[in-house]
């Protein structure tokens, strides 16, 4: 009799083991729940949405989109770092997610609370300048800021904001010292950059890209690695001359740390099958968006790299909310 409720159990384990394996093989049995936080109409909002579509034809399950906007996007991050394990509760989460643990006292572990499952698209940041401005390259600008230290200023949408950071992360890496005019929105900076109030600011490329068409500003770089598809003509600040630098506003797939393996990777095959869709570039390129994409492992390094680049920003910039 002592020995029945070890066998028992260990008939019971190896039930279980036989089971999980074809539950994972069989997943996704039901609606998948993508959380996003932003409002509807926000750039992460429209992608997930053909995103989620795209996906749900190729798993078999509709992926359904649930908005969790507030705390600077950390209430829906939260939310599902706190989920079942199990795959149908995913976050479409930007770079705001690997900025705020820096600037806030977070509940959760962003770097370790959430598996990454590929990273989707990037908004290419600009880096204008009002006609008048002397500097028509990030070279001649970077000559004159250091002639002339503490003199040149750009407009952000306030502190902590990526137009912000964009410019910490350039006096940093470049040895220069742009003084941040912060403003209460991006439009309102834009309004004082088009005016000549201010000489520069960082926007992003589809929102400063028909100014600049226009000639009513001009463009000195973009802030990702790689050319912006939208606007092809313009250098990168890598190309520029600033080493390494990379200040894109990404966005990406996570779902709770201890997801399984096998679900984790059926939903990265998933989200970048749908990313080749010609509906899938067709939003991007009219959201002025370029397409990502890739293996949960490379997603991992590079929300790694973004935490620790981040928390360097803005440990430099003094910023605390």
């Given at each position: 009799?002592?020995?029945?409720?070890?066998?028992?159990?260990?008939?019971?384990?190896?039930?279980?083991?036989?089971?999980?394996?074809?539950?994972?093989?069989?997943?996704?049995?039901?609606?998948?729940?993508?959380?996003?936080?932003?409002?509807?109409?926000?750039?992460?909002?429209?992608?997930?949405?053909?995103?989620?579509?795209?996906?749900?034809?190729?798993?078999?399950?509709?992926?359904?989109?649930?908005?969790?906007?507030?705390?600077?996007?950390?209430?829906?991050?939260?939310?599902?770092?706190?989920?079942?394990?199990?795959?149908?509760?995913?976050?479409?989460?930007?770079?705001?997610?690997?900025?705020?643990?820096?600037?806030?006292?977070?509940?959760?572990?962003?770097?370790?609370?959430?598996?990454?499952?590929?990273?989707?698209?990037?908004?290419?940041?600009?880096?204008?300048?009002?006609?008048?401005?002397?500097?028509?390259?990030?070279?001649?600008?970077?000559?004159?800021?250091?002639?002339?230290?503490?003199?040149?200023?750009?407009?952000?949408?306030?502190?902590?904001?990526?137009?912000?950071?964009?410019?910490?992360?350039?006096?940093?890496?470049?040895?220069?010292?742009?003084?941040?005019?912060?403003?209460?929105?991006?439009?309102?900076?834009?309004?004082?950059?088009?005016?000549?109030?201010?000489?520069?600011?960082?926007?992003?490329?589809?929102?400063?890209?028909?100014?600049?068409?226009?000639?009513?500003?001009?463009?000195?770089?973009?802030?990702?690695?790689?050319?912006?598809?939208?606007?092809p003509e313009v250098p990168t600040m890598i190309e520029a001359g600033v080493e390494g630098y990379s200040a894109g506003i990404w966005m990406g797939m996570l779902a709770p740390a201890g997801t399984p393996p096998e679900i984790v990777d059926k939903l990265s095959r998933a989200a970048n099958e749908a990313l080749k869709s010609s509906e899938m570039q067709a939003v991007l390129e009219k959201q002025g968006v370029?397409?990502?994409?890739?293996?949960?492992?490379?997603?991992?390094?590079?929300?790694?790299?973004?935490?620790?680049?981040?928390?360097?920003?803005?440990?430099?910039?003094?910023?605390?909310?």
């Open positions: 009799m002592p020995r029945l409720p070890a066998a028992l159990g260990v008939a019971i384990l190896l039930a279980g083991l036989a089971l999980s394996p074809a539950r994972t093989e069989d997943y996704p049995t039901r609606p998948i729940r993508v959380v996003v936080g932003f409002g509807p109409g926000a750039v992460a909002d429209v992608v997930l949405r053909v995103l989620a579509t795209r996906m749900s034809l190729s798993l078999g399950q509709q992926l359904v989109v649930e908005n969790r906007p507030g705390a600077g996007s950390s209430l829906g991050a939260e939310y599902v770092a706190r989920a079942p394990k199990d795959g149908y509760t995913l976050l479409m989460c930007t770079v705001a997610q690997t900025i705020n643990p820096a600037m806030n006292n977070l509940s959760f572990d962003f770097g370790k609370d959430l598996a990454p499952i590929a990273a989707i698209a990037n908004a290419p940041q600009m880096l204008v300048a009002h006609p008048s401005f002397p500097a028509s390259n990030v070279r001649d600008l970077i000559a004159l800021a250091k002639a002339q230290p503490d003199t040149v200023q750009y407009a952000s949408s306030g502190a902590g904001t990526m137009s912000h950071l964009s410019g910490v992360l350039l006096n940093s890496a470049a040895g220069i010292k742009l003084q941040q005019i912060p403003y209460p929105g991006s439009a309102q900076s834009m309004t004082d950059v088009l005016a000549g109030r201010v000489p520069l600011m960082f926007g992003p490329a589809a929102t400063v890209w028909s100014n600049v068409q226009g000639g009513k500003i001009k463009a000195l770089a973009v802030t990702q690695p790689t050319r912006a598809a939208i606007a370029d397409p990502l994409g890739g293996t949960p492992a490379a997603f991992a390094k590079f929300i790694d790299d973004e935490l620790k680049k981040w928390a360097g920003v803005v440990k430099t910039a003094g910023i605390k909310q």
